[in-house]
């Protein structure tokens, strides 16, 4: 038991509303900038999961592309979605489906994070001077706002107001 959160519907707007802005350059702009021999290379995660998939690595091309764009953009569209039915009429709604799917949202936040972990040990352990190097980009660092802003969007989020819509 814990009392109800202020300001819950505005705080989860904004924090929700600067994920989706941060959303668009987490996917435009690079991720990891590579250096071998002299030759630099930048990838973007949507170029990241081209590059597993011409190489054959189907799985990890299809865990990277289900943590870094489906379900960050899942999360936001089920968050929306919440948001937006805390400000319908009751007529027609489904509290139960909609206090799983809050759930499974908070839940499933965490994984988002496994490209930001991926290039933080790539850079701690690829570190060759002259030969290679591997640097994160600015789009790690929108990419990891993002998978924070919405982890925080969700946990401001008080599931109540779901059921409060419900009882009128």
């Known amino acids: 038991m814990h009392s109800r959160l202020p300001h819950s519907v505005a705080r989860t707007w904004a924090l929700l509303l600067a ?15 590579n250096t071998y021999l002299g030759a630099e290379s930048s990838n973007t995660i949507l170029s990241g999961v081209v590059l597993f998939l011409k190489e054959g690595d189907w799985l990890l091309a299809f865990v990277i592309f289900t943590a870094s764009i489906v ?28 206090t799983v799917l809050y759930r ?10 496994v490209d930001v ?5 790539l850079t701690a352990l690829v ?35 779901i059921w409060d819509q419900e009882e009128r």
């Open 71 to 98: 379900v960050p953009l899942l999360k936001m569209c089920s968050l929306l979605y919440l948001l937006m039915n805390v400000h319908r009429p009751p007529v027609a709604r489904r509290a139960r489906q909609q």
């Open 127 to 161: 570190q060759m001077g002259a030969i290679s190097t591997v640097e994160p980009g600015i789009g790690a660092m929108a990419f990891g706002a993002v998978v924070v802003l919405t982890m925080l969007a969700a946990i401001s989020f008080d599931p109540r107001l």
């Open 104 to 113: 499974v949202t908070e839940l499933v936040g965490r994984w988002s994070m």
């Open 117 to 121: 972990f991926v290039i933080g040990i």
């Open 19 to 33: 994920s989706m802005i941060l959303y668009v350059p987490a996917n435009v702009y690079p991720v990891m900038k």
